[in-house]
């Protein structure tokens, strides 16, 4: 099984600052003949079920504000919230769906500083 | 728009079996594109994906589960099923159905449902 490490495990971000998540695969995720890395990063509210927010890594999913990026390639991966809203609290999950069982981080706790 | 809906019991026996089904609105499970998964969140803990079924009824399961899961599908209702048996309180969770799981990422989601294992 490929093993996610997120980090850190949590973060306490002051509104509009910049919040960074990591994610590291324990081996890759990058699909070489099509140069595209099988990473995806999910918001989970309480209550709420997770909401894709980025795909093959960096792709934003329909609707997603575009405060929200992502970056890297192989096995290291960030997801960036470029000016955080009080909306975005919430726990981030990285997700590779490169082989099976496709597996999960093990989550990111943000939180309003 | 896609929207999965999951229902079932909410309360299970130890060593009974939990039953879940997950209706599909929206788009056919019969599509040769996508793959059908469940997925579990135990109270404070993080997501588990259980196991998948394609169109064609193929199913994946997560090592760890695998003896205990049977996921099915029945395109007559547009519908597919998780049956997890021989339960204990490690399976209390939130479980999720959810679009993707093999090569795509799990784009639509259920509200999910809440099954508490207890006596």
């Known amino acids: 099984d490929i093993v996610m490490t997120q980090s850190p495990d949590s973060l306490a971000v002051s509104l509009g600052e910049r919040a960074t998540i990591n994610c590291k695969s324990s081996?890759?995720?990058?699909?070489?003949?099509?140069?595209?890395?099988?990473l995806a990063w999910y918001q989970h509210k309480a209550g709420q079920p997770p909401k894709l927010l980025l795909y093959?890594?960096?792709t934003r999913e329909s609707g997603v504000p575009d405060r929200f990026s992502g970056s890297g390639s192989g096995t290291d991966f960030t997801l960036t919230i470029s000016s955080l809203q009080a909306e975005d609290v919430a726990v981030y999950y990285c997700?590779?769906?490169?082989?099976?069982?496709?597996?999960f981080g093990q989550g990111t706790k943000v939180e309003i500083k | 728009q896609l929207q999965l809906q999951e229902s079932g019991s909410g309360l299970v026996k130890p060593s009974q079996t939990l039953s879940l089904t997950c209706a599909v609105s929206?788009?056919?499970?019969?599509?040769?594109?996508?793959?059908w998964s469940w997925i579990r969140q135990p109270p404070g803990k993080g997501l588990e994906w259980i196991g998948y079924?394609?169109?064609?009824?193929?199913?994946y399961y997560n090592p760890s589960l695998q003896s205990r899961v049977t996921i099915s599908l029945d395109r007559s209702k547009n519908q597919f099923s998780l049956r997890l048996s021989s339960v204990t309180a490690a399976d209390t969770a939130v479980y999720y159905c959810?679009?993707?799981?093999?090569?795509?990422?799990?784009?639509?989601w259920g509200q999910g449902t809440l099954v508490a294992v207890s006596s």
């Open positions: 959810a679009r993707g799981g093999v090569l795509i990422p799990f784009d639509y």
């Open positions: 093959w890594a960096s």
């Open positions: 929206g788009d056919s499970i019969s599509s040769t594109r996508y793959s």
């Open positions: 079924i394609y169109h064609t009824g193929s199913t």
């Open positions: 997700h590779q769906y490169y082989s099976t069982p496709p597996t």
């Open positions: 081996q890759s995720v990058l699909y070489s003949s099509k140069n595209k890395s099988y």
